[in-house]
C-alpha cells in the first residue's frame, strides 16, 4: 500500500530471450491496473541481476534462455533475502524441468500457449503468496509418474491424520487448482483455503504443492488423466 493509502501495483520482471514474448507481455501487463513491468531480462543472468536491483514482486521466467537458464536463475534469485516469487514459462515438451524448477523454489508454472488473461490471473495468485500450477502441466505430472519407475503397484492409503475437509482439499490440489480457486468450490475464504494448504504439506510431510499432486494420486482421490 502506498503513502496516500492506495495498493501498491504487483511490480513484475519479464525474463525471456524472445522478445515477441516479452512484447506481448509487456502489452498484456500494461493494460492491467494492478500490475505493471519493472524491468524485463534476456537471459537468466540478467533476470537475477534485475531480481537485485530492482525488487520486483514476481518473476515471469522463462526455461530455456542463453548465459543461464531459467532453473539455474531460479536458485539464485531465491538464495537472496525476501526473494521475489518466480513463475516459470514451460511448454508441454520440457515438463522434465518442472521437478527441477520446484526444486530451484519456483511458485507456479505457466504454458506459454494459456490464454493471455489467465497469465495475469497466475501473476497475481503467486504475487498474493500461494502456488499455481497449471492444470495441463499437473495432468502432465501425473502421467509421467504414473508411466515412470517411481509409481508404487500398490495404492497409498488415505491418511487418517488429515480431515474431511482437508482431504477434499486435498483433491483439488491434485486437480491441479491453486488456493483461490479451492476456496470458490469449497464456498471458503482464501485464507481458510491457503490454511488448508498449508497443514496438508505438515500432516503429509510434503516437500512441495507436486508432491501434494502425487500424494492425492496415490491415495486414489484423483486419477491418471488419460
Known amino acids: 500500500m502506498t503513502a496516500d493509502g492506495a495498493v501498491a501495483a504487483i511490480r513484475v520482471v519479464l525474463a525471456d530471450d524472445q522478445p515477441l514474448i516479452r512484447s506481448a507481455l509487456r502489452v498484456l501487463i500494461n493494460d492491467a491496473p494492478d500490475i505493471e513491468v519493472a524491468g524485463e531480462a534476456a537471459t ?16 515471469v521466467m522463462d526455461i530455456r534462455m542463453p548465459v543461464m537458464d531459467g532453473i ?7 538464495a537472496d533475502p525476501d526473494p521475489a516469487r518466480v513463475l516459470v514459462l514451460t511448454t508441454f515438451d520440457d515438463d522434465e ?31 498474493g503468496g500461494d502456488a499455481l500450477i497449471a492444470p495441463s502441466v499437473t495432468r502432465r505430472l501425473i502421467r509421467d509418474f504414473v508411466a515412470g519407475p517411481r509409481a508404487a503397484p500398490a495404492r497409498r492409503r488415505p491418511d487418517d491424520t ?16 491453486s488456493n483461490a480457486e479451492i476456496a470458490t468450490d469449497l464456498h471458503i475464504s482464501p485464507a481458510t483455503a491457503k490454511a488448508h494448504v498449508a497443514r496438508l504439506f505438515t500432516k503429509l510431510d510434503a516437500r512441495d504443492r507436486v508432491h501434494l499432486v502425487i500424494l492425492a494420486y496415490e491415495m486414489g482421490l484423483v486419477t491418471a488423466p488419460d
Not at 537468466?44 to 518473476?59: N, Q
Not at 519456483?106 to 506459454?112: I, N, Y
Open 97 to 127: 524441468y518442472v521437478y527441477a524448477a520446484l526444486r530451484a523454489g519456483a511458485s507456479g508454472f505457466l504454458v506459454k500457449d494459456m490464454a493471455l488473461d489467465d497469465i495475469l490471473g497466475a501473476v497475481r495468485v503467486v504475487a
Open 162 to 177: 488429515i480431515t474431511e475437509r482437508e482431504r477434499e482439499v486435498l483433491t483439488l490440489v491434485g486437480r491441479g487448482l
Open 44 to 59: 537468466g543472468a540478467e533476470a537475477v541481476r534485475l531480481a537485485r536491483e530492482l525488487r520486483p514482486d514476481v518473476i
Open 72 to 78: 539455474e536463475a531460479t536458485g539464485h534469485v531465491m
